[in-house]
């Protein structure tokens, strides 16, 4: 059964962000100037492990404050201002009931009559105190000791379709800014959950459904795969021409099979599928005139035998209170905006989400949380600039259950796979999200930039033994030419892709169909 919801907009008041102090912004300046090292950096010009994460663990103790909750924001505009001043949580009298797209969508497709109306509820303060974290028991200090400064920006329900489009992310700032706490938690309008434990999460959360199909959705299905034709028409156009240049009146033969093998490779599908479409292709056409339309027939089939057993729904098991999803990734690969658009699915599904600002790096990234939450009305766990990122997803863990959320999703600063120390940083949110519950994270998804090329094949290698990756996102596939490597990713790793992003919009992010995208690179009807 899909399920999806209204919410409404609240507005209540200011969030504040005040400058921080001399000390603590220089020290996370550096952490975030080693981030944004060149892609060429090696591990020999690193600091060592040890050193790294000496240094990583001051960081908390400095910047971490004490714990406030932040009030509900009023509508601001998606670039805020620096300060804004605070002011008692304001309760506007009514405001016209606000129907995301999404929702209508999930409404629709649940059959579900659209409210004409949902009344206004006031909001409430309700403190939020941190929790203490505890020590870790490797020598390595946490930053779990020490107490942290933790804002929930509780979010009350989804802007309106005027707000919904690209987050533009400020350019990277100095670290001078601090995320603000204020005062007052207010409860997202009431959505009804999903009967079972197991949930799917495709275009709408619904319950598992073992032995039955996803509904078919025909319509949307057709425009669908229409964008991702268009999003991957790059990639195929490519791979188009080239075969047609090795068929023109040529029969297939040995050297044919040869050069076809070739332009597989260099489309980045992976010499394992290469192999694979000139095996079956010999098979059945050697020695026989073949057109390029046959040729691209049986390329999809191929495509499509290798991306069927990874292209699987992403399952939330709901007993877990929260199901943590840890999201990780290269810099730039596009978890926040990974992370928004899956809220956004899950919020519309009836599930209390609650996101987790776990890149303490970068003030831009932390505010783009914010703007997510609040386009979702998911509650927002941030901390300051340079804090511990382990101790900050210690912290949401708890307040997510206290909260009593389905699911927490943790962003992560990104990080190029070749930077030990700041990959040792990962393995230490992993292993600090298992004290509270030793399955979690329940599901770490990695993200992957279509554009990347060859360089995603490692990525995932190293993000999946040290962070124990166990799900794959592919975004900007619209646009790009090399698609084909998602191909090549999932014949080597065998890890389930869930999803797709095809653009930087809220509805951008699509259940990933190993025939549609099968067909769609080989440049089939
Ligand atoms: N065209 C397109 N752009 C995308 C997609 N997903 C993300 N982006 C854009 O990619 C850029 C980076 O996205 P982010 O979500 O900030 O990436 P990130 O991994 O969180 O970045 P860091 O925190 O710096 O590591 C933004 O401009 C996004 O709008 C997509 O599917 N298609």
Known sequence: MALGFIKKIFSFGKKEVEEVSAEEPQVAAEAQESL????????ASAPSVEEAVEEAAVLPAEALGAI???SPVADEPATKPETVAESEP???PEIAPVVVEQVEAAAEASGRAEPEHIPAFEPHAVPVESAPVPEEPEPEPEAADEPSGIAIDMIPGPMDDADIGPVEIPAPEAPTADIEPAG????????????????TVTRFVEDKKPDEPLPAE???RLSWFERLRKGLSRSSQQLGDSIGGIFTKRKLDEDTLQDLEDVLIQADLGMETAIRVTDALSATRYGKDISTDEVRTIMATEIEKVLGPVAKPLELDLSHKPHVILVVGVNGTGKTTTIGKLAAKLTAGGLNVMLAAGDTFRAAAIEQLHIWGKRTGAPVVSSKLGADAAGLAFDAWKQAKEAGSDVLIIDTAGRLQNRAELMEELAKIVRVLGKHDPDA???VLQTLDATTGQNALNQVEIFKNIAGVNGLVMTKLDGTARGGILVAISAKHKLPVYFIGVGEQVDDLEPFAAKDFAKAIAGVA
Do not use: F, G, Q
């Open 68 to 70: 406030e909750v932040e």
């Open 36 to 43: 944004a090292a060149p892609a060429d950096d090696t591990v």
């Open 184 to 199: 007052a938690v207010d409860t997202p309008a009431p959505v009804a959950k999903p009967s079972t434990n197991k949930v």
């Open 441 to 443: 994270p329940h599901t």
């Open 90 to 92: 304001e309760i506007l």
């Open 218 to 220: 025909p319509a949307r």
